[in-house]
């Protein structure tokens, strides 16, 4: 069985770029979610995904936005880079949109300078 | 208020002894409660997952629920060295409809001493 896959592991911005970020979810699961979590904090909800749709959203602005594909793979897009925005991106994987249980990817760091 | 509450610690314990981690979470209609382990640098690792009321074990580790008090605990007996992480109390479910994410505390960092 395969697990949450990221890439890249780390990657340097600078303010005002875009980044795409990307996550294979585990074998047999077809929902992604994506968190963010800045150092020393708990992760937070930016959206899940499910059949390729956005299925909830967290309190993050239009900037980030996101993909799901029909091998259920997911990217992350955040346009205009802020500093801000450096952070830990974490993308889990689950059976469904109200599946108990999310499992984690080892993240992508990114930094913006 | 916070919706999901942790002392940040450090909570320091020496090896052998139990470690007692505490959470308490605001939304009464919070469903499933969640332990995950986060080593420096790492991502969260899944340790415990609870439901309902009462205690779970599994291993050296013990979750407890008590959804009448919205407090959830994760307790470590044995601690090891190798228990040193930050560990991320999870809530999902609630009033708000939000049965989808996860929400999660800031955190409590455990050093567990030789």
């Known amino acids: 069985e395969t697990g949450v896959t990221q890439s890249p592991t780390h990657l340097i911005k600078t303010r005002g770029q875009q980044v795409t970020l990307r996550c294979s979810s585990q074998s047999g699961h077809n929902t992604v979610s994506w968190y963010q979590q800045a150092l020393g904090q708990g992760p937070q909800f930016i959206f899940q995904y499910y059949r390729e749709e956005e299925n909830g959203r967290g309190n993050f602005p239009p900037r980030f936005s996101g993909l799901q594909f029909p091998n259920y793979s997911s990217e992350l897009n955040v346009n205009a880079l802020e500093l801000d925005d450096s952070a830990l991106y974490l993308c889990?994987?689950?059976?469904?949109?109200?599946?108990?249980?999310?499992?984690f990817g080892p993240g992508t760091r990114l930094t913006v300078t | 208020q916070k919706e999901v509450e942790q002392n940040s610690g450090p909570l320091s314990v020496p090896e052998g002894a139990i470690a007692s981690l505490n959470c308490t979470y605001s939304?009464?209609?919070?469903?499933?409660f969640f332990w995950y382990r986060q080593y420096s640098g790492k991502s969260p690792e899944l340790i415990m997952s609870?439901?309902?009321?009462g205690d779970k074990e599994d291993g050296r580790f013990t979750a407890q629920l008590n959804k009448a008090s919205q407090y959830v605990s994760l307790l470590i007996r044995d601690s090891q060295p190798s228990d040193s992480a930050t560990y991320l109390c999870?809530?999902?479910?609630?009033?708000?409809?939000?049965?989808?994410?996860?929400?999660f505390g800031k955190g409590t960092l455990l050093t567990v001493n030789p």
């Open positions: 999870a809530v999902k479910g609630g009033s708000g409809g939000s049965n989808y994410k996860l929400t």
């Open positions: 609870i439901y309902s009321n």
């Open positions: 939304d009464r209609g919070s469903q499933s």
């Open positions: 889990a994987s689950s059976t469904g949109t109200g599946a108990r249980e999310q499992y």
